[in-house]
């Protein structure tokens, strides 16, 4: 294992007054791309097909070129995520709503599946269901999500609507965050680069038991990687097979935890906002939040993407419920040029 333990410095480490303190991250929409989505979206879905018969192919997107460039540099080599703002969704159905966010997530990436149902697009919305139910996750109910990250290179969520209160976002460079765990606690940074056992909520590969091992932080070819869901690290310990959490593994969670307090970027999504992230550098939360009795509630649209510019993948990524799909991508495209601007097809 190739531990870090040296601060590293990168456009992902960013501190959230850097961010507060710039537009940068927020990208507006222009007409014509705003013209291009809503007609391509509203042509594809009147055929109302499967999402793995709806390639890129299908949306004619001449404007949105320069902005997929710009948006896959950010996400790899930039800040690690970026907001597009004002999609017009309120006026449109769910399902043309998703369409659309199909639409520009084909071509951006490679949508990848995102549960053991093999589903490419998830609903995240409040289902009335509990934690203590079997096999459901967390975005499925409307308790606040702790620090975490998706599956995937990246993530897109759209907010289709938002709650009557409660359900702010935040984002965390993860990079920072070791970076501040290393300054104060370099032993409990090395701690943090040794396997956990995680909670796979039903969601692992078929045959592998119901949690998977893996550090929190993986350095690797030059990038710091993260993995890290508090609840199901927690969640885990219900297995009699998972060794009970060290002293020094609650200290270093906790710390973990706290410093992604500190250095969390809080900001609120509004209907038509799309956040894009990479889930290498990047963690996200949501506080809890209430639907109103009569309206029909909070509902975040979401897609987990490999990007054709990621990074190469740690070893230890290949077994994982959530970069099995990109590391699968990347093994498969070893040996052809590497494309980092534009996307090709993908068979
Ligand atoms: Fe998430």
Redesign the pocket.
């Known amino acids: 294992m190739s531990m870090l333990l040296n601060a590293k410095d990168a456009p992902s480490a960013w501190a959230p007054s850097t961010i507060n303190s710039t537009d940068d991250w927020q990208i507006s929409l222009s007409a014509a791309q705003v013209c291009e989505i809503r007609s391509a979206a509203g042509t594809v879905a009147e055929k109302d097909l499967p999402w793995p018969d709806i390639d890129q192919r299908a949306y004619d997107l001449p404007s949105w070129v320069d902005l997929l460039d710009d948006l896959r540099s950010r996400l790899e080599g930039g800040l690690g995520f970026a907001l597009l703002r004002s999609l017009p969704v309120e006026q449109e159905s769910e399902h043309v709503a998703r369409t659309m966010l199909w639409g520009i997530g084909q071509h951006l990436g490679y949508p990848d599946r995102q549960d053991a149902a093999g589903n490419l697009l998830h609903d995240v919305r409040d289902t009335g269901k509990h934690l203590s139910d079997d096999g459901i996750r967390v975005?499925q109910t409307k308790l606040p999500?702790h620090y975490?990250?998706?599956g995937s290179d990246a993530?897109m969520l759209l907010c289709y609507r938002q709650a009557q209160s409660g359900g702010r976002s935040q984002l965390i460079s993860a990079v920072s965050v070791f970076n501040e765990i290393l300054a104060r606690r370099p032993d409990l940074a090395e701690i943090l680069q040794h396997p956990f056992d995680f909670d796979t909520r039903g969601q692992g590969l078929p045959n592998a038991p119901p949690y998977q091992r893996i550090p929190v932080y993986t350095h690797h070819a030059g990038h710091l990687n993260v993995l890290y869901k508090r609840q199901y690290i927690d969640l885990a310990q219900r297995f009699t097979d998972v060794p009970p959490l060290t002293d020094k593994q609650i200290e270093a969670l906790d710390l973990m935890d706290q410093v992604c307090g500190e250095l969390a970027f809080e900001f609120t999504m509004n209907p038509g906002d799309i956040v894009v992230a990479n889930n290498y550098d990047i963690l996200?939360a949501r506080s809890a939040f209430e639907d109103g009795e009569s309206d029909e509630g909070r509902h975040m649209m979401r897609l987990w993407l490999t990007l054709p510019n990621g990074r190469p993948l740690p070893p230890a990524f290949e077994h994982t419920r959530e970069f099995c799909h990109s590391f699968k991508r990347r093994k498969a495209k070893a040996g052809t040029a590497e494309n980092t601007k534009g996307k090709p097809i993908q068979p």
């Open positions: 975005y999500i975490h990250n998706d993530f996200h």
